[in-house]
């Protein structure tokens, strides 16, 4: 699968560069004697800027700043170098040759359909991976596609990816990082890509005005913070937002108490535990000494810092503190099988799981109370679809316990969000139950199983399936409606969600079709009532 991806854009990128003396495009960017240079992709009469810098490298620990253009012609015909990431997708992709990680990483890429007479809608995409791992050069987040059906079907826009540090560069937290007011910098550093896309879009041919941030998992997270970012106070960034299994109601804002520990090991691990300013001292360590530090084993997730994030995400969602825009947004039917857990036997291991979670925080009597609501019956649980089947080498409450955690981190703060913006603006909702070519019957149609058909690319996991193929024709096209219109193309099929009546779209390669949003009603109402 990978191999297959890596060629296909490895020959678009090579006929790319071959076009690249006949016909470059080019972009100077207003207020400035900066021209970028880019690529033509004749396979998809598109034009690529690629790496382009929107700040300068941020000292280490410390938020990026947007960069002032210099002069000059500058060559923006490969992809940047991606920030320092940790997990498997990051070392196969390094080994291979795809990405190249770097502290000088905060770079984005524009792509845009060649001769369409703009200003164009712009949408923005931001990767996920935990908000450990992620890069704008992950082939696939290959944005040659969904622009090329944007083109077909009469709505051209242009697509943008952007870089952000992730780990501990990105989101390290402790007292100290606290006491230094430098905290969430991976957020702010995707505030920043979008102030330089207000800035600067039009010059490649965008619609500053006609801006939508999209992401998914930690992308969707972080799309999150920002329509609560700073109280809910509208910058005037984006105009919409597309959420994909993910929203304003993240994993928990953990304080200091998880994080100092942590902390602490990373200044011992790299001799400035006894440092006047441990921070300062981590700041000025030789990258190959911090990079293999920061590899802790375990994520980090924003933290409320009192300044871009002033509270829980609930609070604010609830409250009605956030940017009112119209809502894509959705999650996967099996979610819960890619943030359950084996081994689950019995109640009281359910329980135990259940509180010593890094994903939610329950105390022991919520989470016996929770149980009640998910009953110890395979044909109800997660993968659903799977009948009576169990799965014992994974746990007796394998599906019970993934119909929970699915909940817990999905599908319940969906149906939070969706309920709470639909008093101000247009929501469209969506459950994906299809499941993708390569899944297994354990997994089910699992977290991130959307990816590959809203980016349409049949080289990433499709396959020669008509069926699936056709699925992700119709949801490129969906979310290109949404970005350009404010609305999907079939809106008399998907209708908006009204808390009178909430519906979801059920996106399916065989028949989609509206479904009401009430399922697991009672489990995900006592879940959102600890939200509250």
């Known amino acids: 699968m990978m191999k297959s991806s890596i ?40 034009e690529a800027f690629l790496g382009v810098p929107y700040a300068s490298q941020p000292v280490r620990f410390t938020p990026s700043r947007l960069l002032v253009p210099g002069t000059g012609r500058v060559s923006a015909r490969t992809y940047g170098t991606s920030c320092p990431a940790y997990g498997s997708a990051t070392t196969e992709q390094v080994t291979a040759g795809i990405i190249t990680l770097g502290e000088d990483c905060l770079n984005l890429n524009v792509v845009r359909p060649t001769g369409e007479n703009g200003p164009l809608p712009v ?17 696939k987040y290959n944005l040659s596609h969904i622009v090329q059906q944007s083109v077909e079907m009469g709505k051209p826009m242009i697509g943008v990816s952007i870089n952000y540090r992730t780990a501990g560069f990105g989101f390290l937290y402790s007292q100290e990082v606290q006491n230094s007011g430098n905290a969430n910098l991976g ?52 105009r919409g937002a597309i959420l994909q299994s993910g929203t304003a109601v993240g994993p928990p804002l953990n304080d200091t108490r998880w994080y100092q520990p942590i902390y602490n ?43 871009m994030i002033g509270g829980w995400g609930s609070a604010g969602t609830n409250a009605g503190r956030f940017i009112k825009v119209p809502l894509l947004l959705g999650s996967n ?41 998910y009953p110890d019956d395979p044909i109800v649980g997660s993968p659903y679809g799977t009948g009576s089947r169990t799965f014992p080498a994974l746990g007796a409450q394998y599906k019970r316990y993934s119909s929970m955690a699915g909940d817990l ?60 193929n056709a699925l992700a024709r119709k949801m490129a096209r969906l979310w290109v409606a949404f970005v350009v219109d404010g609305r999907p193309a079939e809106e008399a099929a998907w209708p908006r969600y009204r808390n009178e009546r909430p519906r979801n779209l059920v996106l399916r390669a065989d028949r989609s079709y509206t479904e009401e949003d009430t399922y697991r009603r009672e489990g995900m109402a006592y879940i959102n009532s600890l939200l509250r």
């Open 7 to 46: 060629s296909v854009l490895t020959v678009v990128l090579a006929a790319a560069a071959t076009a690249v003396v006949a016909a470059a495009p080019s972009v100077r960017l207003s207020g400035s004697n900066t021209v970028y240079e880019g690529v033509h992709i004749p396979s998809f009469d598109q």
């Open 123 to 139: 949408a923005v995409w931001i990767y996920g991976g935990g908000w450990q791992q992620g890069s704008a050069a992950d082939l």
């Open 187 to 238: 957020l702010k550093d995707q505030r920043v890509a979008l102030q330089w896309i207000q800035k600067y879009i039009h010059a490649f041919g965008g619609d500053p005005k006609k801006v939508t941030i999209w992401g998914e998992s930690a992308g969707a997270y972080s799309i999150g913070n920002h329509l609560l970012a700073y109280g809910g106070r509208d910058d005037g960034l984006f």
């Open 265 to 307: 090991r990373v200044t011992a691990a790299t001799g400035c535990a006894d440092a006047i300013d441990t921070l300062d001292c981590l700041r000025n360590l030789p990258y190959a000494t911090l990079y293999p530090a920061l590899n802790v084993g375990v994520e980090w997730f924003a933290a409320v810092d009192g300044d």
């Open 333 to 373: 039917t099996d979610e819960g099988t890619s943030f359950g857990v084996s081994g689950v036997n019995s109640d009281a291991d359910a329980v135990a799981q259940l509180i010593s979670s890094k994903r939610w925080v329950l105390t022991p009597v919520q989470a016996s109370k929770l149980l009640t609501f």
């Open 409 to 468: 981190t999905m599908d319940a703060p969906r149906r939070q969000l969706a309920q709470a913006a639909a008093k101000y603006s247009a929501v469209f909702s969506y459950r994906f139950d299809t499941p993708p070519p390569n899944s297994t019957e354990k997994v089910g149609i699992g977290h991130g199983a959307e990816v590959p058909f809203v980016f349409a690319d049949p080289t990433a996991s499709l396959g020669n399936g008509t069926a699936v």
